[in-house]
């Protein structure tokens, strides 16, 4: 499973601090078509900061945000190494042991073959 994943580290903000957007930190999920690449990004100050870090990380034009998520949550992305499918599949949940699976059964449903999961990344 291709991607660049892992947590990163908040925003630096020059200048006074922003106040915190209601349920952060934030993290989202961005995926590239074309290369079939991914980043996951996780524990930033706005709904905003986690979309942008996320399509920077991409680093391709026709990279997409398929998942936020808030405090407490967890995330998660399926891939099918046998591309019968070639959309990723992307849950979240506040349960974190179960992520990896519920991202696997998603990406089987949706008639993938050999799902794999990327490791969960929490906020």
């Not at 074309?34 to 991409?58: E, F, N």
């Amino acid at each position: 499973m291709t991607g660049c994943s892992g947590n990163t580290s908040k925003l630096s903000v020059i200048g006074s601090t922003p106040a915190l957007e209601k349920d952060a930190p934030f993290g989202a999920v961005a995926f590239s078509a074309s290369t079939q690449k991914w980043q996951i990004v996780s524990d930033l100050p706005s709904r905003l900061a986690a979309r942008s870090k996320a399509l920077s990380g991409c680093q391709i034009n026709d990279c997409k945000v398929l998942a936020e998520f808030s405090r407490g949550e967890c995330v998660s992305l399926s891939l099918d190494a046998a591309k019968a499918i070639t959309k990723p599949q992307v849950s979240v949940s506040r349960d974190a042991s179960s992520i990896m699976n519920l991202a696997r059964q998603s990406c089987y449903s949706a008639g993938g073959q050999d799902c794999k999961a990327s490791s969960p990344i929490c906020n």
